[in-house]
Structures are given as structure tokens and as C-alpha cells.
Nanobody, 128 residues
Framework: QVQLVESGGGSVQAGGSLRLSCAAP????????MGWFRQAPGKEREGVAFISGDDHADYVDSAKGRFSISKDYTKNTLYLDIIQVKPEDTAMYFC??????????????????????WGQGTQVTVSS
């Protein structure tokens, strides 16, 4: 069983920055395709950024430029850095993972249904 534990959410003013973390205790993240999704109130869950087991990173178009996905193998942790946050970034952010494969590098990023393991989410609220 793969456990994912997000942290780092909170309230931030527009223009600020934020780092979200996703720890995977007991798992080797190099074996996984991992991704960040977000869901705003009243909206569907949407992909943000993805990273393969061999560190190939990809972003949805709306995330390019302000979002950065990375991994720390020594901490077995996935990160999402957000700069110049905007009120429209307000959402619950979820970490997702599944065993790596070519599916991870699908054009436009994998779909939520491609991931079998999810964290509980961490709330990000951006005030103007």
C-alpha cells in the first residue's frame, strides 16, 4: 500500500509563494509517476504538474511559468512550488502516484483516473 501525506497548504496573499509537500513513507518514489492535482469549490479536479520516476517533469498549460514540481529522494518527498500566487489558485491540492510507465509522459499529462494512490489533500487559500 502506498501512503501519501500532503502538507504545506495554508493562507497566503496574492503575489506570495508557497511550497506544498507530499511525503511517501515506506515507498521508493523513484518507482512512481507522481502528480499534483487541484480542485476548487464547484469545479472538477484538474491536473497541475507531473513527474516521472526518472524526473521528467510536465505541466498543464495553465501551470507553466509559476509552478515547479520536484522530488527529494533523500526525504522520499514530492514538492510543488508555486510563485506569484493568484486568488484563482485557491483550491484543495492533492498528490497522486502510481507505478511508473510510459503513460506518465502522455501529452498534456496523465488523467486523474491513471493514478491509483492519493493523498488526503492540503488546502491553499489565496487572498487578494
Amino acid at each position: 500500500q502506498v501512503q501519501l501525506v500532503e502538507s504545506g497548504g495554508g493562507s497566503v496573499q496574492a503575489g506570495g509563494s508557497l511550497r506544498l509537500s507530499c511525503a511517501a513513507p515506506g515507498s521508493r518514489i523513484s518507482n512512481f509517476c507522481m502528480g499534483w492535482f487541484r480542485q476548487a469549490p464547484g469545479k472538477e479536479r484538474e491536473g497541475v504538474a507531473f513527474i516521472s520516476g526518472d524526473d521528467h517533469a510536465d505541466y498543464v498549460d495553465s501551470a507553466k511559468g509559476r509552478f515547479s514540481i520536484s522530488k527529494d529522494y533523500t526525504k522520499n518527498t514530492l514538492y510543488l512550488d508555486i510563485i506569484q500566487v493568484k486568488p484563482e489558485d485557491t483550491a484543495m491540492y492533492f498528490c497522486a502516484a502510481d507505478f511508473d510507465g510510459s503513460w506518465c509522459q502522455t501529452t498534456g499529462g496523465p488523467a486523474a483516473d491513471d493514478f491509483g494512490y492519493w493523498g488526503q489533500g492540503t488546502q491553499v487559500t489565496v487572498s487578494s
